[in-house]
């Protein structure tokens, strides 16, 4: 979701930003860990809008960043060479802003923190690790590298759920043209009809009979609900409401849970490789993972800071499973942390590729044999009761 954020930021006054956030709280502590005052929260409607709003290329911009500084040049050439590459007036912008920061001497990570809605906080957090090492090719390969790694699962997952969807669809679709425009036409031959006819197809003339007296009514009761529903999709807490149904369904919760997981840890392990403390690396991720998540990662950081692992510690909080907890210890013993978070990321990640790949394989075929027998049994009702009339004249 998109929030419009009236804030005042030190050096730049008041200003008005378009950030990406799963709630008006986390929209809230974007601008508030960039040091900035908020002012107004809206959310920002651009689904209706005929206004092109562009996100910044984030991943694009880091390749060729990488790129021109693996070739040798500086940041500064680098950032020149962009500006006048880039075609989009609004992410020119945003580089030659950048860029003229630069020139006045700040570091990269304060330029980057003047434009939170292209740069989120993880990304400024790994510049700024960066500046401590000078290595900033490798924080840029990481940052590209656990991005792409994210935006693969997410795809993923995207692309196995459409035909189920979309076989859905077509289903109900083609269920609704039959009862609405179909079964009416032949409720209408059969109203001279004396022979007894099964319940199921009385009931079935019934609904044609109900669908030519009441059409409009049926219709604007229709667009009323696909009003109502679209809107309580728009609201954050009907989709959080939503998201705790889903949870409840055990099957489905701890498949959710291991996907929020890999996530965890690959973002994890990508902030420790880069330098970052491990509490102030929780503290960030928080806000990626799912509401109810936060409370169990700030207690999981205040055990850390008492002195505990981190093992026992994600343990305590319910933050690892099985597989990943010894995987952490064996991370605590070789002092790797980082490389074996992002190997529990990528474990979780490849078990629920398994997942997926095994439930759409188990679904497909379901949802075909439920589509055929309801669309089939429509046409079977519609037609029996000229099978009852030949079998009679006969």
Not at 98 to 109: D, K, M, N, Q, V
Not at 260 to 266: E, H, I, S
Not at 364 to 393: D, K, Q
């Amino acid at each position: 979701m998109r929030y419009e954020v009236k804030a005042v930021i030190a050096e730049q006054g008041t200003v008005h930003l378009e950030l990406e956030a799963n709630s008006e709280e986390e929209a809230r502590r974007q601008v508030i860990d960039q040091g900035g005052k908020v002012l107004s929260v809206r959310r920002s409607f651009t689904g209706f809008s005929f206004k092109s709003t562009t996100r910044f290329p984030l991943i694009h911009f880091s390749q060729e960043l990488l790129s021109l500084l693996t070739a040798g040049l500086s940041l500064v050439e680098c950032l020149e060479t962009l500006v006048d590459k880039e075609q989009d007036a609004n992410n020119k912008k945003t580089i030659h802003d950048l860029l003229a920061r630069l020139y006045e001497g700040i570091t990269f990570s304060q330029a980057l923190e003047a434009h939170p809605q292209a740069f989120p906080m993880l990304y400024i957090a790994t510049i700024r690790a960066s500046e401590r090492t000078g290595d900033l090719v490798e924080a840029l390969t990481r940052f590209v590298t656990y991005q792409s790694q994210m935006d693969f699962v997410r795809k993923k997952l995207v692309g196995a759920s459409i035909y189920p969807v979309l076989l859905l669809v077509v289903g109900l679709l083609v269920s609704l043209f039959l009862l609405v425009f179909v079964v009416p036409k032949f409720s209408a031959i059969y109203d001279d009809m004396d022979s007894d006819l099964p319940w199921l197809s009385v009931l079935l003339i019934e609904w044609g009979h109900f669908v030519q007296e009441r059409g409009w009514e049926l219709t604007i009761f229709a667009i009323l609900f696909l009003a109502v529903f679209g809107y309580a999709v728009s609201r954050s807490s009907f989709r959080a409401y939503v998201m705790q149904l889903l949870w409840r369904i055990p099957a489905i919760g701890e498949r959710m849970r291991v996907y929020q997981l890999a996530r965890f840890y690959k973002t994890l392990g990508m902030l420790l490789r880069g330098g970052i403390p491990i509490t102030q690396a929780l503290e960030m991720v928080s806000g990626l993972l799912q509401s109810h998540f936060k409370p169990r990662i700030e207690a999981a950081a205040k055990l850390i800071r008492e002195g505990q692992t981190i093992s026992s510690a994600m343990e305590k909080e319910g933050l690892t499973t099985a597989v990943g907890n010894r995987m952490l210890r064996v991370g605590e013993r070789t002092g790797l942390m980082g490389d074996m978070m992002e190997r529990i990321g990528n474990f979780h990640d490849e078990e629920i590729a398994r997942w997926v790949e095994w439930t759409t394989k188990l679904i497909e075929p379901i949802l075909m044999a439920v589509i055929g027998i309801v669309i089939g049994g429509i046409i079977v009702l519609m037609y029996l009761p000229i099978f009852e009339l030949a079998g009679s004249i006969n």
